[in-house]
């Protein structure tokens, strides 16, 4: 069964305009962590928050984590054509095996 | 080398034939993953080894799958008896310390395999 679920499935914006991806989790973690994926490639890790921690930023990315809500956001700003990938979010389960579960994906399209 | 190194990248096989699929992971990495991943979805989850013990291989869907690690490094997945359900992209991973405890999972560009 999915532990992290993103939503939208899938989202288009124009170069310039902010980017905001969802995950929802069902059970408590250790660590969520975001990854990217372009299209038939492997997948890149963009950023890691552990369950103590509400927000980090790297670069345009900014993460949120409310693990009473179970929930995590990435948003990219300013976003470029590049950005073009899909999104995973991937969590650690509490007390579990060093084992990373990750969703189906936000597939995010952006235009010139 | 420099990064996760998965073969091969692209594998064509008949129902019923066994397959191997091998990942190379970054020197000094203790945590190894595989995940497959179907056209469209996410990642599934088949097994973690820690040097050359696997404490988690829940992930692995029937008895027809089987991985192992040698000297802590390279690592083997077999797909015996394919079927088309088993068509997919294999990605393998690896990791620092505790794997995913500790930080980041570095993937391979994965092995696509086509069952026929």
């Known amino acids: 069964s999915q532990q992290g679920e993103e939503d939208p499935q899938a989202l288009s914006i124009q170069e310039g305009e902010n980017a905001t991806m969802n995950c929802s989790y069902k059970t408590s973690i250790n660590n969520l962590q975001w990854y990217r994926q372009n299209s038939g490639r492997g997948l890149v890790h963009l950023i890691l928050i552990r369950s103590n921690e509400r927000e980090k930023h790297s670069g345009r990315l900014r993460v949120t984590l409310d693990t009473s809500k179970k929930s995590s956001s990435l948003l990219i700003t300013a976003s470029r054509a590049a950005d073009t990938a899909s999104y995973f979010c991937a969590t650690l389960l509490k007390g579990g095996y060093s084992t990373l579960t990750f969703g189906k994906g936000t597939m995010l399209l952006v235009s010139p | 080398g420099a990064g996760v190194s998965q073969s091969p990248s692209n594998k064509v096989t008949e129902k019923g034939k066994d397959v191997e699929l091998r990942c190379d992971p970054i020197?000094?990495?203790?945590?190894l993953y595989w995940y497959r991943q179907s056209l469209g979805q996410g990642l599934e989850f088949l097994i973690y080894?820690?040097?050359?013990?696997?404490?988690?291989k829940s992930g692995l869907p029937s008895d027809r799958f089987s991985a192992e690690r040698t000297g802590g490094s390279v690592s083997t997945l077999t797909i015996q008896r394919t079927q088309q359900e088993d068509s997919a992209v294999y990605l393998c991973?690896?990791?620092?310390?505790?794997?995913?405890?500790?930080?980041?999972?570095?993937f391979g560009e994965g092995s696509r395999l086509t069952v026929l």
């Open positions: 080894f820690q040097g050359n013990s696997a404490p988690d």
């Open positions: 020197s000094g990495h203790t945590a």
């Open positions: 991973a690896s990791s620092l310390g505790q794997g995913a405890n500790t930080g980041e999972l570095f």
